[in-house]
């Protein structure tokens, strides 16, 4: 289970934090990240994972804006958010992808950047 907190109303220019915390039983050898959809969107577009052992990716959109932590011992996942802009406004999913490619989500929390 992923259970997502953070998100909200903020002005462009604006930060926010989007936080995740995994519970239940899973592997350690995950990947956990963000991703979103946008409104009236079909698909989820990659924002940013972290792997267990600290390698990251990130979308080309927001690499020099979103920072991506995760502590392993509590299982959380972090996203800083800076400088949003109106493009960012999303419902933001957690993802853990465990070693065998399986995927759980979240229950997505929404981002609005008002311009």
């Known amino acids: 289970q992923l259970d997502e907190s953070g998100g909200g109303l903020v002005q462009t220019g604006g930060s926010l934090r989007l936080s995740c915390v995994a519970s239940?039983?899973?592997?350690?050898?995950?990947?956990m990240g963000w991703y979103r959809q946008a409104p009236g969107g079909n698909q989820r577009e990659l924002v940013a994972?972290?792997?267990?052992?600290?390698?990251?990716q990130y979308a080309d959109a927001v690499k020099d804006r979103l920072t991506i932590s995760r502590d392993n011992p509590k299982h959380t996942v972090t996203l800083e958010m800076n400088n949003l802009k109106p493009e960012d406004t999303a419902t933001y999913y957690c993802n853990l992808r465990d070693p065998w490619d399986r995927n759980s989500w979240g229950q997505g929390t929404q981002v609005t950047v008002s311009s």
């Open positions: 239940g039983m899973m592997y350690s050898r995950n990947i």
């Open positions: 994972t972290m792997s267990h052992s600290g390698i990251t």
